[in-house]
């Protein structure tokens, strides 16, 4: 659990945000209560750990506009939609747009404190899943286009050999960029480099 997580909760009902921060502080998080959506994109900070219980209905702009909106802007943070009138066409539109679950009111409070967890969880894996996408792009950041071509032939399978006959190089070339690819990479096996490269985002090829 991450004690620095806090649960915004984006509900325009005092009765239902003092419920759902109840629930929340028991867990061990912290809460900001934001009494409109509007309210939300002017004081949250987008970088806190945490998640959002959101209702549907609101003054102004309505929950799963908001949604999309964060999802537009590259905003990650698990969403809890929540709703005192719920129907199939909203449930279906705020899981489709990537909400963790959509509760509706009442909701019963052990329900809504294993959903607040399991958002948390989302979250937590998802930062730690940037956090070494940016490492392994740092990483490989570092390599020459000449290592970048030797390092995809790796991935891809082929031994120094095949690589040297395909580059039209000697196998000792190979070797020597092979070397310096693992070590630039901070990898000491074939396993440990393919599994770096998996966390290089699909749209930044390590080819040149």
Same mark, same amino acid.
């Given at each position: $659990? ?6 915004? #909760?984006?509900?325009?009902? =005092? ?17 900001? #209560?934001? /009494?409109?959506? !509007? ?8 970088? &806190? ?9 609101? =003054?102004? $702009?309505?929950?799963? !506009? ?14 809890? $939609? ?5 129907? %199939?066409?909203?449930? #279906? ?22 959903? %607040? ?20 792009? @740092?990483? $490989?950041? &570092? ?8 390092? !995809? ?17 000697? %196998?000792? @070339?190979?070797?020597? /960029? ?12 074939? %396993?440990?480099?393919?599994?770096? #490269? ?9 080819? =040149?």
């Amino acid at each position: $659990m991450n004690q620095h997580s806090v649960i915004n #909760v984006v509900d325009d009902d =005092p009765a239902v945000a003092q419920a759902i921060s109840v629930v929340s502080r028991s867990l061990g998080y912290r809460v900001a #209560v934001y /009494r409109s959506a !509007e309210d939300f994109l002017y004081g949250h900070d987008p970088n &806190q750990p945490g998640c959002i219980l959101l209702d549907v209905k609101m =003054p102004g $702009m309505s929950g799963l !506009e908001l949604q999309r909106m964060l999802c537009d802007a590259g905003v990650t943070l698990p969403i809890i $939609m929540m709703s005192g009138h719920g129907d %199939i066409p909203m449930a #279906v539109e705020a899981m489709s747009s990537g909400a963790v679950t959509f509760l509706e009111k009442p909701f019963r409070m052990k329900m809504l404190a294993e959903q %607040i967890a399991r958002a948390i969880e989302i979250d937590d894996a998802r930062r730690e899943e940037r956090e070494r996408c940016q490492d392994a792009r @740092a990483r $490989m950041d &570092q390599l020459t286009d000449k290592e970048r071509v030797v390092l !995809e032939e790796i991935v891809h399978g082929l031994t120094n050999k095949q690589i040297a006959e395909k580059l039209g190089l000697s %196998i000792r @070339a190979i070797e020597d /960029r092979r070397s310096r690819v693992m070590r630039k990479l901070g990898t000491n096996s074939i %396993i440990e480099l393919i599994e770096l #490269v998996k966390h290089v985002p699909p749209n930044q090829s390590f080819s =040149p």
